[in-house]
């Protein structure tokens, strides 16, 4: 049998969290040390592990409450630097 | 009140002078009060509680009376919510919720029980009700939700509920929208129009834009009120204000980084110091402020932020208690995180000092949380496990400890014992042994704390030391309630002793619960002796605890075994006492219950309409007053009501009524529903289904017999003894098992059940053709029956036991009882009228002799008739003669019939 030790832990999910307008790179800290990268299109993504589905909303929630417009949500390939993605269209 | 609550939370906000008019909104607004539900659903900075506030001063305060209700986090503790929306409605309008706020202190009382007598003290209010929820986004606690999902739905309709959130709340919106009961209001609606925008930044902020500069501010913010307030402080004593609405324009920032930047930016240090590190604060006072700053003068600075409309909002008319502007707040504390992020933590920690010195422990214990301070955080949770318990925020305790590393509770048995607590409320036995294991373990460590030396095993910490000494009794108290959960009789008993022998003298809920416990233990095992004992120590010492809901579900244990010991008046006795109990405190959680056990006792009694009377009594009463057994428990007894009246269908209803809300509440199952209802179709001709009811439950008349079985083998009985009344050969089967449950009863001290298995061997013998031991045996049972007046268990037998109760009147040495249930019965021997109009009364005997006297028949007839000798015959008619003043048959005869004696009888 092959199950998993009992404090084992997956590699959490990288997400891509898409809004509209550029954030200023002071949110990290607020949105847990997500990198904050503004693309050319005047949207802000803000990316990096998730790990797990509470904590997902809840920083959606912090986006809803400074009134943030939400354009998309992605589950991304770990390995995939986000931040380094062309911005696309 | 009891449960500290904020006032600045009922507050409806003061209402700023210098606001934009929008009297389409307000007008739009004016529909709440023809309408269930309002929602204000818009995103932060839109305007909402402005809106509101506006409409309130304005249309809505001199046609409904107001509630206002600002919510936040902590909201999320049921008991907490309903304590706040209960209290905000009383300010509203006085009368309303008292029921529902003593309910609130007494355990278990379901939330919908609560609101239902919320719902009928808002009916009777005289004209319409606003009740406003401020800030519901907060709100993700399930059971929260499903109240005022149940508010909504169940509103008088002069009731209008106003919800302003900034998402949509989870209530059935799509149907209110369809049935048009839902005012919606949302973002589109609230942002500013290029009007709207120009009259607030000219006209009441008096920047004397030119046209074009304020359309292009509004398509910057997209009429986003919070955007242009921040804007217009950013403009206020510029000279450049063209060239900077460009630049603004024309950059792509998020609309609040750019402008909260330079608003910030052209604040001296100390009121940008200031803001900043006050931002961790979720309500501000002056002595707060100076705590958490260092600094002096906090009152003046936040009098002066409100002067300066720098997004601080006034919690109360006195000025003393302030917030931040929730999405400037946010602003602020991203901002203070980014810049000066070692020192968020000591902020906090001085906040959290600040509160547990000035009595707000849950603010305390938040600001510990969220300065990561877990040590400070599990302090001051541990001080407020009492307080929490009490008010019942089990939730609130539960999230805390939740909240907490497990190696720090780990080390603190009272924060360990309270876990286990928290946990068993829930009926969740998943860790919680291994939470009383820790606790125990460190007990014995509790005395040297503080004295830890490197590898030796962690150090004990107790900061409640006034809640040591209940520690051992608990722990034995919660494992004795783990084994009632598991079904582990022996362990039960085990535990509770043991918590008994721990507890402080003076420990009553403590020893009033174990003894409990073992009361219900020794029930189960049918020791009623001992179960009599034990709950009858438990409901005193709960008494004293002041646990009186306990008290009375105490009460319906004693009566039961009561019952089942065969001494109904004892029963009656303790359920009239606790009656008196909950008289003094009503409503009180099983006030219910106590008139449908008075009503059980007086069916037996066969006082049908005093039964009814208490049953509607109960009824009445409402569910806020019952115990969660009672509605199966009423619908069992009206069910057996019914059968009386000759409706057994409504009868077999009400049966499968309660058995669906069949519960148990760990009580044994002495009366099984279904075993009821097997009688109830017995009694009906309908053997078929009442064997395939024996059959599906395997009973025989072999099974070895226990307590816990005996109503299904009594039943079992009465199925067999129809089966031989049809002429099937079982009579070897039924007196074999009535013998050995006989001897079952007598041994286990059940008095009833030894006067029914009389009463049916009786019909058995009888159906036998054994005559004179039938007659035997009911004579027993009827002599057993009197004392206690027991009616419905010969009456309930229906016709062959009316027939073998006039054999025994028959007989000379017929116990006087048999006479009254002969006249219950209405078809047996002559009624005793009360008013015969004779200085002394015929007897039930002589009035029968009379009647003889009036038929044809003659002495040595008389006597064969009533089976007795010619003298006995001669003794009765002297008896007569004397009583009505004659001296021969004829004249006796016609004085009777001047009386009336005889006229209503057969």
Redesign the interface.
């Known amino acids: 049998m092959s199950t998993p030790p009992a404090n084992y832990r997956p590699e959490p999910p990288i997400y891509e969290i898409r809004v509209k ?4 790179q ?5 949105f847990d040390g997500l990198t904050v990268t ?1 693309q050319s299109d ?1 949207t ?1 993504a803000l990316a990096g592990p998730i790990v797990d589905q509470a904590a997902l909303h809840g920083l959606l929630q ?1 986006l ?5 417009p939400l354009i998309s949500v992605t589950q991304t390939d770990p390995g995939d630097d986000p931040g380094e993605r062309p911005a696309s269209h | 009140m009891a449960r500290a609550l904020l006032e600045t939370k009922l507050h409806v906000p003061r209402q700023r002078r210098d606001l934009v008019r929008r009297p389409d909104l307000g007008h739009r607004l004016d529909g709440a009060l023809s309408s269930p539900l309002t929602l204000v659903s818009a995103p932060a900075g839109f305007g909402k509680t402005t809106l509101l506030t506006q409409w309130l001063a304005g249309t809505a305060s001199p046609r409904a009376a107001i509630a206002w209700l600002s919510l936040d986090a902590r909201d999320n503790d049921p008991a907490l919510f309903l304590a706040y929306l209960v209290t905000a409605m009383q300010k509203a309008a006085p009368g309303v919720g008292a029921t529902a706020l003593s309910l609130l202190e007494s355990p278990g009382t379901s939330t919908e029980a609560i609101l239902v007598t919320v719902i009928n003290d808002l009916a009777a209010v005289d004209g319409d009700v606003v009740v406003v929820l401020d800030d519901y986004h907060v709100i993700d606690a399930r059971d929260v939700q499903e109240s005022l999902a149940f508010l909504v739905e169940n509103l008088p309709s002069h009731v209008h509920l106003v919800v302003s959130s900034r998402s949509d709340p989870a209530l059935p919106l799509a149907r209110l929208r369809a049935r048009g009961e839902l005012v919606e209001i949302r973002a589109a609606d609230l942002r500013f129009t290029a009007e709207e925008a120009a009259a607030y930044l000219n006209d009441v902020m008096n920047l004397a834009l030119t046209p074009q500069d304020v359309a292009s501010l509004e398509r910057r913010t997209e009429g986003w009120i919070a955007a242009l307030q921040l804007a217009a402080l950013s403009l206020r004593g510029r000279d450049d204000s063209t060239a900077f609405i460009a630049g603004f324009a024309g950059d792509d920032r998020y609309v609040v980084d750019y402008l909260a930047e330079e608003v910030l930016q052209r604040q001296p240090d100390d009121v940008r110091d200031f803001l900043l590190h006050t931002s961790i604060l979720s309500r501000m006072t002056g002595p707060l402020c100076d705590a958490v700053t260092g600094q002096d003068g906090g009152s003046a600075m936040l009098a002066a932020l409100e002067r300066a409309n720098l997004f601080v909002v006034p919690l109360d008319d006195r000025r003393q208690w302030y917030r931040y502007h929730h999405l400037f707040a946010d602003v602020l504390r991203a901002r203070v995180l980014d810049e000066q992020p070692a020192r968020v933590a000591e902020l906090h920690r001085l906040a959290s000092d600040w509160h547990a010195r000035n009595g707000d422990r849950a603010e305390a214990v938040r600001h510990a949380l969220a300065g990561g301070d877990f040590n400070r955080a599990a302090d001051v949770v541990e001080l407020a496990v009492p307080e929490l318990r009490r008010t019942r925020q089990e939730a609130t305790l539960r999230r805390w400890l939740e909240a907490l590393p497990n190696e720090l509770i780990q080390v603190r048995p009272v924060l360990s014992v309270a876990y286990a607590g928290a946990l068993l409320i829930y009926g969740e036995l998943d860790g919680a042994e291994e939470r009383l294991r820790d606790a125990e373990a460190h007990l014995e460590g509790a005395g040297r704390q503080g004295r830890a030396s490197a590898g030796s095993p962690p150090v004990t910490v107790v900061v409640d030391r006034a809640a040591l000494p209940a520690l051992p009794s608990s722990i034995a108290l919660y494992r004795a309630a783990q084994a009632r959960i598991r079904g582990d009789v022996a362990s039960t008993m085990a535990h509770a002793r043991r918590a008994i022998d721990l507890a402080p003298d003076d420990d009553h809920l403590a020893r009033g619960a174990a003894a409990g416990l073992l009361g219900l233990a020794y029930w189960t095992l049918g020791d009623l002796e001992a179960a009599h004992r034990w709950y009858t120590e438990a409901s005193v010492r709960l008494e004293q605890a002041g646990h009186l809901s306990d008290v009375l579900g105490c009460t319906i244990a004693v009566a039961d075994i009561c019952t089942a010991q065969g001494r109904l008046h004892e029963a009656m006795r303790t359920y009239q006492r606790s009656l008196t109990l909950a008289a003094a405190h009503s409503p009180l959680r099983g006030e219910a219950d106590m008139h449908v056990g008075m009503a059980q006792i007086l069916r037996e009694h066969n006082d049908i309409d005093a039964a009814r009377a208490h049953l509607n009594t109960s009824r009445d009463l409402g569910e806020h007053a019952a115990l969660p057994q009672n509605r199966y428990r009423w619908r069992l007894v009206m069910g057996r009501l019914r059968q009386i009246d000759g409706d057994p269908g409504g009868a077999l209803q009400l049966l499968d009524e309660a058995e669906q809300l069949y519960i148990s509440d760990y009580f044994p199952d002495v009366r099984p529903i279904p075993a009821v209802r097997a009688r109830v179709l017995l009694a009906q001709g309908r053997l078929d289904e009442a064997v395939r009811w024996a059959h599906d439950r395997e009973l025989s008349a072999d099974d070895e017999l226990s307590y816990l079985r005996e109503f299904e083998h009594l039943t079992l009985a009465r199925i067999l003894l129809a089966r031989g009344v049809l002429g099937e050969d079982c009579w070897n089967e039924t007196t074999g098992l009535l013998r050995r449950l006989l001897d079952a009863a007598e041994r286990g001290g059940r008095a009833g059940s030894v006067t029914e298995i009389l009463a049916l061997q009786a019909l058995t013998e009888q159906a036998r053709g054994d005559g004179q031991a039938a007659i035997a045996l009911l004579r027993r049972a009827v002599t057993l029956a009197e004392p206690e007046g027991y009616v419905r268990i010969f009456l309930d037998e229906g016709m062959p036991m009316t027939s073998l109760l006039q054999l025994l009147a028959k007989q000379d040495d017929a116990p006087g009882h048999v006479r009254r249930l002969l006249s219950a019965t209405g078809s047996g021997g002559p009624r005793v009228s009360a008013s015969q109009g004779l200085v002394d009364p015929l007897s039930a005997r002589e009035l029968e002799v009379l009647r003889m006297l009036g038929s044809d028949m003659d002495g040595p007839e008389i006597a064969r008739q009533l089976v007795v000798s010619l003298n006995t015959v001669r003794t009765h008619t002297k008896n007569i003669y004397a009583k009505l003043g004659v001296n021969n048959r004829r004249a006796a005869v016609r004085r009777s019939n001047d009386l009336g004696l005889l006229s209503r009888d057969q």
């Open positions: 307008g550029h954030l200023d002071r949110w990290t800290a607020w503004t005047g802000t912090r809803r409450d400074i009134g943030l």
